[in-house]
């Protein structure tokens, strides 16, 4: 907040949704009711210019959809999506080329995000050839090299005629990132980038996106299940649960001192490699399992697994996601009485 | 340096290819073919195959149903070669007004199974007269033919004993066996040679015995005029055994068919599978990657196209259009294209979700570009193999319009030469000959691409099999 320049919002997400229409049964047909997978039910919030923004949440929470509304690979069932201050809900065919060309994304399975067929210079050159940046083909194999080296996949040369399957998993998810870095994007959109990735070289290539989107003054929205590398990678964590967010903060704040029930149970839930304790599977003060998101709870949508839930909770609207002080925000009605 | 890389990459994909056996099977079955189809002048023996197939007087002095020559080696009975004879002795008279012209050819008879036909031939011009005898070893002389010809001013002679001597023959039986005996043949369905070249016993007709030796053959004629002529004389003796593949029943040279027929096997194969699948691929992705109610449309399209029967409208068109061997692939592209489309949009449906398309689709790709670079190369494994599999596909199918009198009168093509065989029973008068080289071509050739398809995507996919 002091700094101007962090003030400046890139990405600002108003109540975005995304609703997946669901098969119905003849008489629901009838009746015209319609059913909904709502994977993303009003998400809302800004990410800041050279802001490495976590987003949290367990696997089916529509986090994932949220990156692919960011990324225009699905259409918003409703809400806003405003980059540099221009609306990028809808855009048409050539704007979406523009935006494509300065929001770039990583995905989580760096080998089934290359086609097996191409080798490495040809993964990143398309990306040149599509946005029609170099003359020629030997200026766009420079640019290649100049990427690769920027990943540090030294030396360049060596790495562009191989295929995919012939680099192992950090070197893919390297050659991934420098496709995403070639065009000079402003935002980058990295989807568990490293899940499928040894934990002994998960380190290394979070150190390295880090490094790059310094070096790059890139933003990032970095999407994971993983509460550890959030942790020690992000600028500031949003918790998702069931298309919504439950809790967002710094990293420190949110997880030395996560105010929301649900926050609390995930990382009480992370392992930690501490010996005597190997052995020991931790208690979850959460039960039961994430409710189906066609149907989900009316009032607070987490009360059916929340251990304070009170009468307050089952009833009426979701609550609202208030600040705490200290950018520290949370849904809960209770969180006050839970401190 | 453009043009090193491609010799480099072809250079690596032939070191790849050489370990891969059945490719290199299939590749030496495609280049036989392809020799055939370059050196076809040099190997058939009848060069003129192509346009006369249907002609039934260009055949009509080879054997008829004879199996090929080489079957004399796995017999102790050996069947007569065909041969012509075209050394006679000749010698003229001149008495009166009468020319008389009489041409000897000898003929070394030393197989078990006797020559179908012997055949005379000559120019000539006027209306001479032609005395045929036959001498046997055992000193019997038949009077095989004994005609003016009316020749005009120039023509062939060409007197077949086979149709012109069944009565001579019948009079040499009917001397030699008892009438009981005479009775239980068919004075029109005789074989004449059978009995000239036998041992004249009284079991001629049950037991015939080959009489091996020298015949002499002497053709006399007699010509009143001066005008009358002959010249050139010379007999033709279609042998019990024929060529490399034998004859058919239309005395057809099958080796010259079959050889001939490869350059139309492989353009109809080649060019309906290449078109055809190249249609369905195309069009199951875009289907595919189209979805929505683009899918659904493309897809009842399709349907209208796979429950249309092809065979109806070729007959039409056969009424309306002379039948036509281009019409015809120009037809089996137009609806063999379905095909492969319901397995493509399948596969592609699958591909479509793959998250490198996504990757593609997030860095702005088009669709075409996604289409053509991305999903389409994935199918080329797919689309090798189905070509492989259309090409014997389409052969048949034009077989089988052959067979209803629809196909391309004016060329030969395996499909036609076995309809032809299964028109005239050849299966069942066990005539293998005429249908196990065209079926087995067929059959070979279809190999031969599904072997380089499989060895192509052998090496160029090893990451994609399960794909």
């Known amino acids: ?7 400046d919002v890139i990405f600002k997400i108003e109540n975005l949704q995304k609703w997946f229409p669901v098969k119905r049964t003849m008489s629901e047909v009838f009746s015209g009711e319609k059913r909904f997978v709502k994977a993303v039910d009003g998400v809302s919030f800004d990410i800041m210019r050279g802001e490495i923004f ?9 986090k994932t959809t949220t990156g692919k509304l960011i990324m225009k690979l699905l259409d918003p069932t409703g809400g806003k999506i405003i980059f540099n201050g221009k609306d990028s809900t809808h855009l048409d065919k050539n704007d979406l080329k523009d935006y494509r060309e300065r929001v770039q994304m990583i995905f989580q399975d760096p080998y089934a995000s290359m086609n097996p067929r191409f080798r490495i210079k040809d993964v990143l050159e398309e990306v040149l050839i599509i946005h029609k940046k170099g003359n020629d083909k030997k200026e766009r194999l420079e640019m290649v090299e100049k990427a690769l080296s920027e990943v540090r996949l030294q030396p360049p040369h060596e790495y562009m005629e191989r295929f995919p399957h012939m680099l192992s998993g950090g070197q893919r998810q390297r050659a991934a990132t420098a496709r995403s870095l070639i065009l000079n994007p402003l935002m980058i959109v990295a989807d568990e980038p490293v899940s499928m990735i040894d934990l002994s070289t998960r380190a290394e ?44 903060g710094t990293p420190d704040e949110v997880i030395d001192n996560p105010l929301h029930p649900y926050t609390q149970a995930l990382i009480s839930a992370v392992c930690e490699p501490i010996a005597g304790k190997v052995n020991r599977i931790k208690e979850v003060p959460i039960k039961g399992e994430v409710p189906n998101a066609t149907d989900i709870p009316e009032g607070c949508r987490f009360h059916t697994r929340c251990p304070y839930t009170g009468e307050v909770c089952e009833k009426g609207e979701d609550p609202l996601i208030q600040d705490d002080g200290g950018e520290h925000f949370v849904a809960c009605f209770k969180y006050k009485n839970l401190k | 340096m453009k043009l090193s890389n491609i010799k480099d990459s072809i250079k690596n994909f032939w070191k790849e290819f050489r370990q891969v056996k059945s490719g290199i ?21 009848f060069k003129e195959t192509n346009n006369v197939w249907r002609d039934i007087t260009y055949w009509e002095d080879l054997p008829r149903n004879v199996p090929p020559a080489w079957t004399n080696l796995f017999t102790s009975r050996k069947s007569a070669e065909s041969m012509e004879i075209d050394d006679p002795e000749i010698t003229e008279q001149q008495n009166g007004n009468l020319r008389i012209l009489t041409s000897e050819f000898t003929y070394d008879y030393q197989s078990y199974n006797p020559p179908q036909d012997i055949i005379f031939r000559a120019d000539g011009t006027g209306s001479p007269m032609i005395i045929i005898e ?22 062939d002679v060409r007197v077949s004993m086979d149709s012109n001597s069944k009565d001579a023959v019948y009079n040499f039986l009917s001397k030699k066996v008892p009438r009981s005996e005479l009775q239980k043949i068919n004075k029109n369905l005789l074989a004449p040679t059978d009995y000239l070249f036998s041992v004249a016993s009284e079991d001629f007709i049950k037991n015939r015995e080959p009489l091996n030796g020298i015949y002499k053959i002497k053709v006399t ?14 007999i033709v003796l279609p042998g019990s055994v024929y060529g490399l593949l034998g004859t058919d029943s239309y005395k057809r040279d099958l080796w010259s068919g079959v050889v001939a027929g490869v350059k139309w096997a492989l353009l109809i194969g080649l060019l309906t599978a290449v078109v055809s699948v190249s249609i369905g691929v195309l069009y199951g992705v875009i289907s595919a990657y189209l979805g929505g109610w683009k899918d659904s449309l493309m897809m009842r399209i399709f349907e209208v196209f796979v429950s249309t029967p092809l065979l109806p409208v070729l007959i039409v068109l056969a009424a309306v259009f002379k039948p036509s061997i281009w019409t015809l692939i120009f037809m089996m592209c137009a609806f063999f294209w379905t095909g492969s489309v319901k397995t493509v949009r399948s596969m592609a449906l699958q591909i479509k979700e793959e998250t490198f398309i996504e990757a593609s689709k997030a860095a702005g790709a088009s669709n075409l570009r996604i289409i053509f670079k991305h999903m389409v190369p994935l199918l080329i494994p797919y689309s090798f193999a189905s070509m492989a599999l259309f090409i014997p596909g389409a052969i048949v199918y034009e077989a089988s319009i052959s067979l209803l009198g629809l196909g391309d009168a004016t060329i030969v093509t395996w499909g036609q030469i076995l309809s032809d065989a299964y028109n005239s029973g050849a299966i069942l008068s066990g005539i293998w000959w005429w249908v196990v080289p065209p079926g ?18 052998k090496i160029l996919h090893p990451k994609l099999r399960t794909r």
Do not use: W
């Open chain 1, 1 to 7: 907040m002091q700094n101007d320049k962090k003030r």
């Open chain 1, 54 to 62: 976590g987003l949290v949440g367990e696997s089916g929470c529509g």
């Open chain 1, 205 to 248: 290539i979070l150190h390295m996106m880090k490094t790059v989107q310094r070096e790059l003054g890139l933003t990032y929205l970095y999407i994971t299940h993983d509460l550890s590398t959030a942790r020690y990678f992000t600028d500031k964590i949003a918790v998702m649960y069931l298309g919504k967010i439950v809790e967002m």
């Open chain 2, 25 to 45: 099977i299939g590749l030496i079955l495609f280049l036989i073919f392809l020799f055939a189809v370059v050196f076809e002048p040099l190997i058939i023996s």
């Open chain 2, 134 to 155: 036959i001498v046997r070893p055992d000193d019997e002389k038949i009077t095989l033919f004994q005609k003016p010809v009316n020749l005009g001013s120039g023509n």
């Open chain 2, 221 to 234: 004629s007699i010509m009143q005029n001066e005008d009358a002529n002959i010249s050139d004389p010379y």
């Open chain 2, 440 to 457: 087995l071509c067929i059959a070979l050739m279809g190999m031969a691409f599904a072997f380089i398809g499989f060895a192509a995507d």
